[in-house]
């Protein structure tokens, strides 16, 4: 069985196509599909399910790619042990959730280029939903996520939560709202939030449902500019980080709303896959940097509120 048959297929279902495991590779598309081909020969079996698109591994597809994954990881390892005095090298993916804001990459980033010189990195901002899946198939190494509280991640994966993000409700100043209403005043209002996949939409969701209110989305907008930018033109109610509102050029607009029975705190998590090998040093700093930050944030916070 040759290695390079097994990584053309694992690519494959990486990436959901042969065009993407080729460019993954660096080689071309029909090298990639004379790899799977001639694995599949020496298995005997077929691997992929060539009607699905995307691609989609067969049931022998499958179990073959669970047993492929750790023994690529592990020649992986072995051979920037060699080459590299055990320094970690290669390709570093990992993801970061929207919630968080884009600006949430670049500490880690920094880190890590610092900590790591002969890494290449790969950073995307993500829903979380988008994130675990990726981590979940093995396409990213890492990402930090965020889940209501009391929700945790998949048992497939190794996770840990490095700290709490609240999140306020927002209104244009213009809006007449009663100082500190309850979610039953508030549930004649349209929100405006992030699409499916985003856990303070799905926390805000929750919270209506469990009281048997209505669930209206005014408009389904990604970034915070722009939603902000929709609730201090009164279109709807918004929920944004605190330091978000802060820094917000929209705000002389905007009032936070203290509701009475709600509490939008979700949980910061870092997730990374049971068996991380030569990535788990990397994936410890991209934890320190990251809860740095927050730390950070958090401190900035108090001062601006002072």
């Known amino acids: 069985m040759n290695l390079f048959d097994l990584e053309a297929f694992v690519a494959v279902v990486d990436y ?13 598309q029909s090298a990639v599909t004379r790899r799977i081909r001639s694995l599949e020969g020496v298995l005997g079996v077929s691997l992929l399910d060539r009607k699905s698109r995307p691609l989609q591994p067969t049931r022998a597809g499958l179990e073959t790619y669970e047993f492929a994954r750790p023994v690529l990881s592990s020649v992986s390892d072995l051979k920037a042990a060699v080459l590299h005095d055990g320094e970690p090298s290669g390709d570093f ?8 804001g884009g600006l949430a990459l ?10 790591f010189p002969k890494l290449r990195i790969q950073a995307f901002a993500k829903w979380t939903d988008s994130l675990l899946e990726q981590v979940g198939n093995h396409t990213l190494d890492a990402a930090v996520i965020l889940l209501p509280n009391g929700n ?11 700290g709490t993000e609240t999140f306020a409700v927002v209104a244009s100043r213009s809006k007449r709202i009663s100082p500190s209403p309850t979610f039953e005043e508030l549930a004649s209002n349209g929100w405006i939030l ?7 939409r799905r926390s805000v969701e929750a919270a209506l449902l469990a009281r048997r209110l209505p669930f209206r989305i005014a408009v389904e907008a990604e ?12 279109v709807g109610l918004g929920v944004v980080m605190p330091q978000v509102f802060r820094t917000s050029s929209f705000r002389k607009h905007l009032r936070v709303v203290k509701v009475k029975d709600f509490l939008s705190e979700q949980g910061i998590w870092i ?18 940097a990251v809860r740095q930050n927050l730390h950070l944030k958090a401190s900035q916070l108090a001062i601006g509120l002072a």
């Open 152 to 162: 945790i991640p998949p048992p497939s994966l190794t996770g840990e939560c490095i």
């Open 16 to 28: 959901g196509s042969v065009v993407g495991a080729a460019a993954a590779l660096h080689i071309t």
């Open 93 to 100: 993916r990992f993801g970061v959730a929207r919630g968080l």
């Open 106 to 115: 670049t500490d880690p980033i920094c880190r890590l280029r610092n900590d």
């Open 271 to 288: 997730v990374h896959s049971r068996n991380p090998g030569r990535a788990e040093p990397v994936i410890r700093t991209l934890r320190d």
């Open 223 to 234: 970034g915070f500019d722009l939603q902000l930018s929709l609730v201090s033109a009164d």
């Open 194 to 200: 992030n699409p499916q996949g985003c856990g303070t």
